[in-house]
């Protein structure tokens, strides 16, 4: 078995982001009238994406994607990588494919010809900080287990799952199958549990797979809650260290704790100067963390360059990084 | 003649701006392969747009044009205005089109069915905050004289142009209708410069238009030395006095100097911690500068909310306001 010449491969929801600064009311109505989650990602269909849109103020727009955002920040460390995910052939697919590959991922998933559109996400940033997202998948649901590369994954160390692919039938297909060449190859499977709601929806299936198939997981406290179906994360932090070789549990503005073998490893959450836009903070966690990881540094110092990543991109809106990401490493050492 | 409900309203080229950070050796290897002006803007065509995208890194993407740009911080400010511009039938269009009219900014003007694509500006910001722009105009240059809507026009205080609209002939036509339009109404026109080189490719032009239908002149410090050919900026300053009843003429970080009548009004900088990104600076500046005329207020204040604007969009990435600027109308008092 040859070295892989990658550091992780990720397989999720090619998504084009569009953000957009509301007040709190604009939620609340929002929330009354469909039933948006406030602070959570919500899946919409595509005729109410298109009203939703004609609702909300101007909008930046950027590529996004949970696991397509860690690729960024994962290649801003300087690391190699790879992408599976599913752009229709359209102007938005482009502005996904352009932004990913000018960092040089590799990402030569075949898009979607016919049919849905590139997939959006709309996402409403409230003055605290905390986004709303409202996700149209569009083409990215059309993503199979066809799709997924063996030859690419079993040239990275890590295949990383998003767990918002769970959301779909055939998605949750390609993410099996991905997970099992990643073994065959005896490489290492991480998966993000990406949401609560997200959790909520599928837990089965997610407890399922995590103790079958999953070496190295990411979830934020309320995702490992829900995981778990306990209230306190205590409870739920001794639930997972059985399960997993690696959890790496985020606690927001608490930091983090990561669960690894026979150690427990808590570090602080880096300092802001003021919050913008928490969009992409996880995602951006789970990339530094998987760079120290593929680099094969102690768990202290991946998750320091996971607080680091996300401190960085909670400063700016948006959710991919706006500096380089190689001055952390030295300021996690 | 009824009074005009309307502040302003632009006629400019309707862009959607992909922004990216670039080093300066980025720029200078662009520069001498194919004449990229450093700091400024040059025209590119389609296959070069898209062979330039796919050398540069991940973007941003935001509704712009300088004019529309313009439009985005009069409404800020709480104006009430309209803009006039040809976007295609795409994506992009689509996301320009959202933008204007979110922020209740009148945008009528019929997409371009068939033909080009929605023009876009390819910027690349370097560590400095200095960017240089890359224009595929696209469907923008279908502007003619058959999409001003006089009615609009007669029924806003200000007609603003933009100068890079001169860069095509359909477009000064319809520039001149505009102007046209706005005078018959009893009302004033407006025109930015945009560029040293746009006013180097259409000096003569630009001096009969300033002199026969401008009322209200905004230039940089550059643009106004190119347009009367001077070395020294207290030469063009005097040549403009006579041509025009304002002229608002920005200095950078020197702040701006405002000549009216039998009055020259010198205001400073606003103070920025940190400039990131230097797009959009005139466009936001003349945003306030026309708020306060339109409400009837002393030039040293119109100025005061330009400069505050101003400091604001250079702050970040993007050329449009990501803060309200209303809570600059008591700051400038």
Redesign the interface.
Same mark, same amino acid.
């Given at each position: 078995m040859s070295k892989p010449s990658l550091g992780v491969v990720a397989v999720g929801n090619a998504l084009v982001d569009v953000l957009t600064?509301v007040d709190d009311a604009f939620i609340k109505e929002q929330n009354e009238k469909y039933g948006m989650e406030p602070g959570a990602m919500t899946l919409i269909e595509e005729v109410r994406a298109v009203e939703l849109?004609?609702q &909300?103020?101007?909008?930046?727009?950027?590529?996004g994607g949970s696991a397509g955002n860690t690729m960024?920040g994962f290649a801003s460390f300087g690391g190699k990588g790879g992408f599976i995910g599913k752009v229709a052939d359209?102007?938005?697919g482009k502005?996904f494919q352009?932004?990913?590959r000018? &960092?040089g991922i590799r990402f030569d998933t075949q898009p979607l010809i016919m049919g849905s559109?590139t997939g959006r996400c709309l996402i409403l940033v409230t003055p605290d900080a905390q986004r709303t997202m409202n996700t149209f998948l569009g083409a990215s649901v059309e993503l199979t287990a066809g799709d997924i590369d063996k030859t690419l994954i079993s040239d990275a160390q890590v295949t990383y799952l998003e767990g918002y692919l769970f959301d779909k039938e055939n998605a949750k297909n390609a993410f099996i199958a991905a997970a099992q060449a990643a073994h065959k190859a005896g490489h290492r499977v991480a998966l993000t549990l990406s949401d609560p709601f997200c959790v909520d929806r599928h837990r089965s299936d997610f407890l399922k797979l995590v103790e079958s198939h999953v070496d190295i997981l990411f979830a934020n406290e309320e995702e490992i809650k829900s995981l778990f179906m306990q209230d306190d994360f205590e409870d739920a932090k001794s639930a997972i260290s059985d399960h997993v070789e690696v959890a790496a549990l985020t606690r927001g503005p608490k930091g983090c704790v990561i669960i690894g073998d026979n150690e427990e490893i808590t570090v602080d959450a880096a300092p802001v100067d003021k919050v913008i836009d928490t969009t992409g903070a996880g995602d951006q966690f789970a990339a530094g963390f998987l760079y120290g990881f593929t680099q094969g540094r102690p768990l202290e110092y991946c998750a320091k360059l996971g607080t680091l990543a996300a401190a960085e991109v909670i400063s700016?809106?948006?959710p991919?990084p706006?500096a380089s990401y190689s001055d952390f490493l030295s300021k996690a050492a």
């Open positions: 600064q849109y004609a &909300m103020p101007e909008g930046i727009e950027s590529s960024a359209d102007d938005l502005i352009h932004d990913l000018s &960092m559109k700016h809106m948006g991919r706006q």
